[in-house]
């Protein structure tokens, strides 16, 4: 970055990062979605307490995602606000870099800090909790931005920073990063041969090289095998994207064009700017080429995810990107951009940040959600309501006290298998569940009928071994039923203990001869 910018800059840096923090610290904090809004929350603990991804928990998506929340808990403590600041530290320092890229271009300061905000408040407030797509999306952007940066300046630190973003968003998750990936390589190998730049070449391959050895030399000291990394992070996952990829067939093409219509028609205005102006020369023509399979790859993903659309901070990124190129001396056309990208931050604000539709509470009366505290103090703060008792917070709080103190009483040694992962940590007990997720449709973990079947199973058979599990209990919607998809019935002597809580007693048994 020039140095002369950021002096100019220093009073506008701390407040962009400010505003980024507390404006996800705030929506991070109204309502939940315990399945998601927890997701990085129990795996970030048993991190401090020496378990690993793919070793001590099945896992298909990300582990960097919990090692980095494992150093926000180990720094800073155990508690829902620390989770959320993971998130808000992540959507400041976004800020302040999209500020500053295009401070770079020699873009007016008022306009960076007008587009600044409103990628701000349309970035990880969707969430506000740290979530996988979100980390590989941003991760993603950062690489993009730097090589774009790299082409721009010639600085070798661009190019060997570029790399290093794109591995931390594949290790967030595999997708978006991968979509990403390939075509900013393939631009990037076009650029590197057509200008004959054999110097960042060399710096980005090494940079790319050796970091990725880096990060599988941590996990080998950290006792995960290859073979297991492989098996859940690379080979698992494309059981599920060959059937999502099927079904791309039945996509609309009005269905694409209805939910990313305000994206489009900045991609279509792109084009038509750029060709009419004829901005062919060489620099231009990699920044656009990088910037449209950037959007064009976010969009892709998520036609293929099944989570909620959080993309729109996509808009104020290629309305300031038209704006630096296109609409320099056009005060008229820039004011239009801004009314525009205002008038689409507005409108998603209120649907995903007010209304948290990524997390299903869309139609949530916040005047009945109550402070988390009841709950546990670690959890204080949160303003508890979620999509399965909108009308009737109260009434979820009270099962999971029960819950809570039941397991509490229970001094053997238990799994827990529930959407509510934070039990473990508000109990301070480790739960050993074999993975992040429970989802019943084989998203997250193999099912009876998977070739990765065995693989999983003998996970747990080996959790429930070396940790000498005595009992297994189950929370709805969970059914404890899944438990005989991997071991026989007679290895269990079931108990409904409430109306949503079983407990599965372990006997002695071929599978489990343990005891």
Request: contains cysteine.
């Amino acid at each position: 970055m020039k140095k002369n910018i950021i002096n100019k800059d220093i009073l506008v840096i701390p407040f962009l990062l400010a505003f980024g923090i507390l404006i996800n610290q705030y929506y991070g904090n109204q309502g939940a979605f315990p399945h998601d809004s927890f997701a990085h929350f129990e795996t970030g603990y048993r991190i401090i307490n020496g378990e690993h991804p793919f070793k001590d928990y099945w896992i298909i998506s990300g582990p960097l995602v919990d090692y980095i929340q494992s150093l926000f808990f180990l720094l800073l403590g155990v508690n829902f606000q620390i989770y959320v600041l993971h998130a808000s530290i992540f959507n400041g320092i976004l800020t302040v870099l999209v500020f500053l890229f295009f401070r770079q271009f020699e873009m007016d300061k008022i306009y960076c800090i007008i587009y600044a905000i409103f990628f701000s408040i349309l970035a990880y407030p969707s969430s506000g909790t740290p979530f996988v797509d979100h980390h590989s999306a941003f991760f993603s952007l950062i690489a993009v931005l730097f090589a774009i940066l790299a082409i721009n300046k010639g600085n070798k630190y661009f190019w060997i920073l570029s790399p290093v973003f794109l591995i931390c968003a594949f290790f967030s998750k595999q997708v978006p990063a991968f979509y990403v990936t390939i075509p900013l390589v393939l631009i990037l190998i076009i650029y590197f041969y057509k200008e004959k730049e054999v110097k960042p070449f060399v710096l980005t391959s090494a940079s790319l090289i050796i970091f990725t050895l880096f990060v599988l030399f941590l996990g080998f000291i950290n006792g995960i095998t290859f073979t297991s990394f492989f098996d859940q992070y690379i080979s698992y996952p494309q059981t599920i994207g060959q059937s999502r990829f099927q079904n791309l067939k039945n996509i609309s093409i009005f269905g694409i064009i209805g939910n990313f219509k305000f994206i489009l028609i900045l991609k279509v205005l792109l084009i038509l700017i750029f060709f009419k102006k004829k901005l062919f020369n060489k620099k231009n023509l990699y920044y656009f080429l990088i910037i449209f399979s950037f959007t064009l790859a976010l969009i892709f993903h998520q036609i293929l995810t099944r989570n909620q659309i959080f993309i729109f901070f996509l808009i104020p990124l290629l309305g300031g990107f038209i704006h630096i190129y296109y609409l320099k001396e056009k005060k008229f056309y820039q004011y239009l951009m801004i009314l525009f990208c205002l008038f689409v931050t507005i409108k998603y604000h209120y649907r995903f940040n007010e209304g948290r539709k990524f997390h299903e509470l869309i139609n949530a009366n916040f005047e009945l959600s109550i402070n988390a505290e009841v709950i546990s103090k670690s959890l204080s703060g949160l303003r508890w309501i979620t999509p399965q008792h909108l009308n009737d917070p109260e009434a979820e709080i009270k099962v999971i006290l029960e819950n809570k103190e039941i397991l509490l009483k229970d001094e053997r040694k238990k799994m827990v298998l529930s959407n509510y992962p934070f039990l473990s940590v508000i109990l301070e007990e480790d739960f050993f569940s074999p993975t992040r997720w429970h989802v019943f449709d084989g998203t997250d973990y193999p099912q009876i009928g998977n070739k990765f079947y065995l693989r999983y199973q003998e996970m747990l058979l080996n959790l429930l071994k070396i940790n000498k599990i005595e009992v297994i209990y189950t929370i709805e919607p969970i059914n404890g039923d899944i438990i005989y998809n991997y071991i026989d019935q007679n290895c269990f002597e079931e108990k409904k203990i409430t109306n949503n809580l079983k407990r599965f007693l372990i006997k002695k048994c071929k599978l489990l001869n343990y005891n």
